[in-house]
């Protein structure tokens, strides 16, 4: 199969996408503003340069955390089968990439990989069609061992609250629901209209009604 070109664009990816079997969410600190914008230069360079890396990769995006530190990767994949294929592969340019970002960014710190399979989501029921979210939160609830049941039954509670709430009057497009592989925790990916949005819907929250729109970070589409 002939490689396919690797190209940046403005558009983001569908959570919700049905060939997606798999999706993979991780974070790097970089320390500040400026090595946060060199790491997304550094990340785009070293992925423009190298042909797609496997036709199973659906999507690679990457965001810039609204702290001015922290770098977003969110991958999707047609399932497993595709991804451990990549992975075996010798050519898959992995770490010829990652060996550029680091000796163009020394010091980066990997924060954590999430590999998920979505299991649900929560929407406002108006559609993606013209509207970009500003700005997308993740929220991660670890359980104390593999617990299946218990991953399902948290983002049904969360899904539930959110429809008892007029969370879309308060700028949340949409919020999906990740349960990680291992068992272990659940990984929430919440699309908002902005930052400004989320930060509205925290104050006017208020107390614990506030816990379902708090997340760890803000990220905003890169640029790079």
Known sequence: MPATTTLSTGTLPDPARADGGLTFISTWSTGSPDRQRATLEAIAKAWESRPWPHEGLLSYTVY?????????????????????????????????????????????????????????????????????????????????????????????????????????????YAAHFHVSTDGRRVVTYAEWESERAHVDALASAGGGAGDRYRFAYGFVPSKA
Do not use: C, M
Not at 82 to 89: N, R
Not at 153 to 161: K, V, Y
């Open 64 to 172: 810039a955390g609204s702290d001015g530190s922290t770098v977003l990767h969110h991958s999707q994949w047609r399932d497993e089968e595709a991804y451990q294929d990549f992975f075996a592969s010798t050519g898959n340019g992995r770490d010829a990439r990652n060996a550029e970002i680091d000796a163009a960014v020394p010091g980066i710190e990997r924060l954590g990989l999430n590999k998920t399979r979505r299991y649900r989501s929560w929407t406002d029921g108006r559609g993606r069609e013209g509207r970009e979210p500003g700005v997308v939160v993740i929220a991660r609830v670890d359980f104390d061992g593999p617990d299946p049941d218990g991953q399902r039954a948290w983002s049904d509670r969360a899904a539930e609250a959110l429809d008892s709430d007029p969370a879309g009057d308060l700028g949340l």
